[in-house]
């Protein structure tokens, strides 16, 4: 079972909340990946970084912790990283919510 209070604490900052938002809809947000499709195949850590004008390691911790919590997964294609929503890591953390508070 996820940890439930560090899914909580995931959600406690600015620059992961708006990855999540932005990841809804990534190719509104991300149009401009030339790597592929970001709706298909996820959306590079590098542009990500640019997109909340931080350095590619600090961003790199903070989608690490979306990992963690179950709100984004990563694959991984030769070098670069792309990272997706989990629609059901967010969903089922939400029913938590909804059941527990």
Not at 19 to 36: A, T
Not at 85 to 90: C, E, T
Request: include cysteine; proline fraction near 4%.
């Amino acid at each position: 079972m996820t940890d439930r209070i560090e899914q909580t604490k995931a959600l406690a900052s600015v620059p992961r909340m708006k990855v999540l938002e932005w990841l809804k809809e990534p190719r509104r947000h991300f149009i401009h990946q030339e790597s592929g499709d970001p709706e298909t195949i996820g959306v590079c850590v590098t542009l990500i970084a640019a997109k909340l004008d931080m350095s590619q390691p600090t961003v790199s911790r903070h989608l690490e912790i979306l990992r963690r919590a179950g709100f984004v997964t990563v694959r991984r294609i030769g070098q670069w990283s792309y990272y997706t929503r989990s629609a059901m890591g967010i969903s089922e953390y939400g029913d938590w919510i909804n059941d527990n508070l």
